[in-house]
T-cell receptor, first 112, second 114 residues
Framework: GQSLEQPSEVTAVEGAIVQINCTYQTSGFYGLSWYQQHDGGAPTFLSYNGLDGLEETGRFSSFLSRSDSYGYLLLQELQMKDSASYFCAVRLSGAGSYQLTFGKGTKLSVIP | DAGVTQSPTHLIKTRGQQVTLRCSPKSGHDTVSWYQQALGQGPQFIFQYYEEEERQRGNFPDRFSGHQFPNYSSELNVNALLLGDSALYLC?????????????FGSGTRLTVV
């Protein structure tokens, strides 16, 4: 089977930087994705790491290390609107494998 | 450009009843996946449809069934509703040839079973 572990809650100050970690146990996967979900809203795709290393998209960066079974999402210059839940997700490799498996999510609270 | 559209947004059903949820994928997408999200949890995969066929199914009972139409829209049916089926049901669309990249999710249908 597969499992993804994330911290359940994180609190950070507006303007600061926060890192949300994701550790996983899978037999093989195509890459690590990150999604943002505001309360009552739809999950929104943020980033995808197919290869090891850092991907940067504006204020958001994501990192993957397959050898360490570890990834993280980095949010810079935090804004109040960044308060949301953040999910890491993987798609397992292999024939007939299409599902995206999500972690339980990290609730980020940005405080003034 | 319309994203993923789901209907209805909210629904209250009685235990034992049947329900049908609907999803229109993002324009240009050909694949539809359905997820169940309990409060405070991550989305759980129910199944995925491509070319009008169910091509993968998660760990959900046969009470959960679906369909994809030629225009790529999809329905999720749940029979013999249980209280535990109360959740947010999310539809996600994607392009099969870019399956490793972002899914586009709808805002979901909030199902309450009483």
């Amino acid at each position: 089977g597969q499992s993804l572990e994330q911290p359940s809650e994180v609190t950070a100050v507006e303007g600061a930087i926060v890192q949300i970690n994701c550790t996983y146990q899978t037999s093989g996967f195509y890459g690590l994705s990150w999604y943002q979900q505001h309360d009552g809203g739809a999950p929104t795709f943020l980033s995808y790491n197919g290869l090891d290393g850092l991907e940067e998209t504006g204020r958001f960066s994501s990192f993957l290390s397959r050898s360490d079974s570890y990834g993280y999402l980095l949010l810079q210059e935090l804004q109040m609107k960044d308060s949301a839940s953040y999910f890491c997700a993987v798609r397992l490799s292999g024939a007939g494998s299409y599902q995206l498996t999500f972690g339980k999510g990290t609730k980020l609270s940005v405080i003034p | 450009d319309a994203g993923v559209t789901q209907s209805p947004t909210h629904l209250i059903k009685t235990r034992g009843q049947q329900v049908t949820l609907r999803c229109s994928p993002k324009s240009g997408h050909d694949t539809v996946s359905w997820y169940q999200q309990a409060l405070g949890q991550g989305p759980q995969f129910i199944f995925q449809y491509y070319e009008e066929e169910e091509r993968q199914r998660g760990n959900f009972p046969d009470r959960f069934s679906g369909h994809q139409f030629p225009n790529y829209s999809s329905e999720l049916n749940v029979n013999a509703l249980l209280l535990g089926d109360s959740a947010l049901y999310l539809c996600a669309s994607s392009l099969a040839r870019k399956a490793n990249y972002g899914y586009t999710f709808g805002s979901g249908t909030r199902l309450t079973v009483v």
